[in-house]
Each structure stands twice: as structure tokens, then as C-alpha cells.
């Protein structure tokens, strides 16, 4: 809803609102609580203001430290699958396009923020990753175009 009211507030100032949110997905990523995001088995898609659709990647962006140790790294998610369902509108995620499977990581203990990782490689979880490979031939480029 907050997002929604964003792009109509930005509709009246003549800003290409859905360029500006093209280039942030594929820069730093949209937290998933504030993104109207929707899922379906095919991908995880993003309302733009010019009233189309983008698929997004979703992936944990901080992670607690006592879970990064004994959990490992966090997955990344294209679809439907059963973690993206759980999460699509939590704080820590971010929706974002990434195609060299680099990824900005913040490790917290508590609420301090202990380790950050700038262009950590991540990798997607194995349904996901079955999509990718059954779907689009593994081409990440090929799955945000279709």
C-alpha cells in the first residue's frame, strides 16, 4: 500500500518513475515489506507504475549471525517456492534483478550490524534452481525477460 502511494505521488511531478525503480531493483533492491509483491510458481513479480509487471529475485539481505553460522548463507529465490512465501513481506528481504548472482549481506548480532559483505555471491535454493535450469536452460538473463 505505502508503495502504491509512493508512484501515485510521483505521477504529478512528470518522473519516469519506472526507469528510476528499474535502476534501484538493479542496484540495491526494494525491501520486500514495502514492494506489493506476487508469486506464482513462474516468478516472483513487481507492480510498476506504468502498469506492467517485472520479475524479481528475492533474498535475505541481513541475516542474524547466530543463523548465518549454523544455517550458512542465505538462498535466493525466483518463484512460488516455500521459503519466498514465508518472507515476501518481511523487512529483511529485498526484491531485486541481479543476473551476476552478487549480492549485498549484512551480518547482525542483535541489532548492531557485525560483518557486511558488498558483492557476496549467493546461491538459489534447489527449487529454485530446478525452475531456472528446467524452465530457462539456467540463463538468468532469459528468465527476466520471459
Known amino acids: 500500500m505505502f508503495f502504491q502511494k509512493t508512484i501515485e505521488s510521483c505521477h504529478t511531478k512528470q518522473i519516469n518513475l519506472t526507469s528510476e525503480i528499474l535502476k534501484i531493483l538493479q542496484t540495491s533492491g526494494i525491501a520486500a515489506n514495502l514492494a506489493d509483491l506476487t508469486l506464482d510458481e ?16 528475492l533474498y535475505q539481505a541481513k541475516i542474524q549471525e547466530s543463523l548465518f553460522r549454523t544455517q550458512g548463507e542465505p538462498l535466493v529465490h525466483l518463484s ?26 549484512g551480518i547482525y548480532s542483535h541489532k548492531i550490524q557485525t560483518k557486511i559483505f558488498n558483492q557476496k555471491p549467493l546461491n538459489l535454493c534447489p527449487h529454485c534452481h530446478n525452475l531456472l535450469h528446467r524452465s530457462y536452460q539456467g540463463n538468468l538473463q532469459l528468465f527476466f525477460e520471459k
Not at 513462474?42 to 529475485?57: A, E, R, S
Not at 512460488?80 to 549481506?105: H, W
Open 42 to 57: 513462474n516468478g516472483i513479480y513487481l507492480p510498476l507504475p506504468n502498469q506492467t509487471t517485472t520479475k524479481v529475485m
Open 80 to 105: 512460488a517456492c516455500g521459503e519466498s512465501l514465508k518472507n515476501y513481506k518481511n523487512a529483511d528481504f529485498l526484491a531485486i534483478i541481479r543476473t551476476d548472482m552478487q549480492f549485498f549481506l
